[in-house]
């Protein structure tokens, strides 16, 4: 709650005037039955039709001064509710650019989308509705009890058995359908993450024939959405028939005891009428109340999840030293692991254990080794997107726990092994490498990374559209492009994660030739399950479940390593491996 205030503190005169004209609103509301009794009592028992126009006139300028003063309170209330939430969106999505690979893969990704969307609006809509009506409704529900005793004590008695009833049976209907609205917002958020699974796995659902299982799963989830939220939906059902019972039996008891006292002078029909409609306004408050109450229920259910998020801290504290790599600036290698061993969260073994080696600047590094034996993981402790549970990683003689990260990766060009482009025109993704690349080295870029022929043949050169994920383009050419977006910010520290694994062998080989001819000065790290890619290499990290097996040129590795030259032997030829050992 105290964040939420924070957010409204931003639009206090809102916050604030919001309540204040809804309540002036309800002022006007409030005469208005009386101005009805007189109407009935004065207006038509004497039948003085100028008298009646007159307090008609009135009624018609209250109902128009208190439509202005409820325009002008929503539009204070929204402006109020969408500030806050439009701030606490940014705030929302800029702690999460903050966490760590890590604390992205604890929560996933389906979670970070729902707390920003749906969350965050259940928050607004709550906001709104409670400035709107949060004084309203009860200033109505106790202004018209207190006009009802001020009109007649004794007939109001109705008021006084009524009213405490009503509220009893409202809130009694609002603890038991509370806890189960969260209940349905749970089971929202797993048939979300069931149709964001399928969705982005759609291919691989088709390739497996699994449509009709996958149907099935989601007919299930969206069948037990629906169970829970009927079984919601018939409780809080209750709550207008109910209400309504309640109220038409205080407005018989008003007319029973009104009448009478009608009949012996005590009382006129004026009064009489003035009495139901204060009941029947106090039918309506707090109806709106119950719906303002189930509102805020959801909304608080939606901030206290919203709250987990901005409570979690990145397990990576920013360093504050700046990065510098120009030539002669470095006091050590490039970079170098020193008895790193890095553990999963949640996970009960390392995937990488007791890791020592050194790049020197303008060496290239192969990385090789079988699937799950931590080729990835090694190449993303570089950059810092996870932290060495022990050990330390170090970039020019400074350890990356130090460095400001903004400073670290502007000094590294990462092409992961998912290519990932983004709506837009070729020139824009390139610039992700560099925000102010010119087109000659965008174009020296694609030149490099062997993607320079097929732009050319598409002939629109970097106005080149791009769909969302590159959708438009085969994976050779997403991931040729994601090479060329690294090597435009020419950086000293390449990293090429498995990103060749689309390309044929002699694309391939073209690729890494330009690479080793144009990156004069680069440590580059080649991350590849291809003996061919590796093989030129200055030196060969030789991984094997998450420890560092060998280190060494190809041809000492042929000698030395038998974990090697069983991976050699199941890709390259009897004569290739005689030639190069």
Request: charged share 20%; with cysteine; net charge positive.
């Amino acid at each position: 709650m105290k964040r939420l205030l924070h957010y409204l503190k931003k639009n206090r005169k809102e916050a604030i005037l919001a309540p204040l004209f809804k309540m002036l609103e309800a002022s006007f509301e409030l005469i208005i039955p009386l101005v009805v009794a007189r109407i009935i009592d004065v207006g038509i028992n004497s039948r003085d039709f100028g008298y009646i126009l007159r307090m008609g006139g009135l009624m018609i300028l209250l109902g128009v001064v208190g439509l202005a003063s409820s325009v002008t309170a929503q539009f204070f209330a929204a402006k109020a509710a969408t500030c806050a939430g439009t701030a606490m969106r940014n705030d929302l999505f800029a702690h999460i650019q903050s966490f760590s690979y890590q604390e992205i893969d604890r929560l996933g990704t389906s979670t970070l989308i729902t707390r920003m969307t749906s969350d965050i609006n259940q928050v607004q809509n709550g906001v709104n509705m409670f400035l709107r009506l949060f004084l309203r409704s009860p200033f109505v529900v106790i202004g018209a009890m207190i006009m009802a005793f001020a009109v007649d004590a004794h007939t109001a008695s109705a008021f006084g058995v009524s009213i405490p009833v009503l509220f009893a049976v409202v809130f009694a209907i609002l603890l038991v359908s509370m806890p189960l609205y969260r209940k349905v917002q749970q089971q929202l958020d797993r048939l979300l993450l069931s149709t964001r699974e399928n969705l982005l796995g759609v291919r691989v659902v088709r390739a497996f024939n699994r449509q009709k299982s996958e149907m099935q799963q989601f007919g299930d989830d969206s069948r037990e959405l629906y169970r829970r939220q009927i079984y919601v939906g018939k409780i809080s059902a209750l709550l207008n028939p109910v209400t309504y019972v309640i109220i038409n039996l205080g407005i018989i008891a008003i007319l029973w005891i009104g009448g009478g006292r009608v009949n012996i002078g005590m009382l006129s029909q004026g009064q009489v009428i003035a009495l139901i409609n204060y009941m029947s306004q106090i039918l309506v408050e707090l109806i709106k109340l119950a719906n303002l109450i189930i509102l805020l229920s959801r909304a608080s259910a939606s901030l206290n999840r919203v709250n987990s998020i901005f409570d979690i801290r990145s397990s990576l504290q920013e360093g504050s030293r700046i990065l510098d790599t120009s030539p002669g600036s470095a006091s050590g290698p490039m970079v170098a692991f020193r008895n790193v061993t890095f553990c999963y969260g949640g996970s009960r073994e390392p995937s990488l254990t007791d890791i020592t080696f050194e790049a020197a600047a303008g060496e290239t590094i192969g990385v090789i080794g079988g699937t799950g034996s931590g080729k990835t993981t090694l190449v993303n402790l570089i950059p810092r997107f996870y932290d060495a549970t022990s050990g330390s990683v170090e970039i020019a003689g400074q350890n990356v726990r130090e460095l400001d990260s903004t400073s670290l990766r502007a000094a590294i060009g990462i092409v992961p092994q998912r290519a990932a482009l983004f709506r837009g025109t070729l020139r824009d993704n390139m610039r992700w490498g560099k925000k102010d690349a010119s087109d000659e080295e965008i174009w020296q870029a694609l030149e490099i990374a062997q993607a320079r022929e097929f732009v050319d043949s598409r002939e629109m050169g970097l106005a080149l559209p791009i769909e969302q994920g590159g959708r438009n383009l085969s994976g050779g050419q997403k991931q040729r492009l994601t090479i060329a977006r690294a090597l435009v910010r020419n950086p000293r520290i390449l990293i090429l994660d498995d990103s060749a694994s689309a390309l044929d062998f002699a694309t391939d080989a073209r690729l890494r030739k330009a690479i080793h001819e144009h990156t004069e000065g680069t440590t580059v790290f080649l991350v590849s399950q291809r003996v061919a890619t590796v093989k030129n290499a200055d030196r060969i990290l030789v991984l094997d479940d998450g420890h560092l097996a060998a280190c060494g040129t190809h041809t000492e590795l042929l000698k030395s390593s038998e974990i090697y030259r069983e991976i050699c032997e199941s890709q390259l030829t009897r004569e290739e491996m005689e030639k190069d050992g």
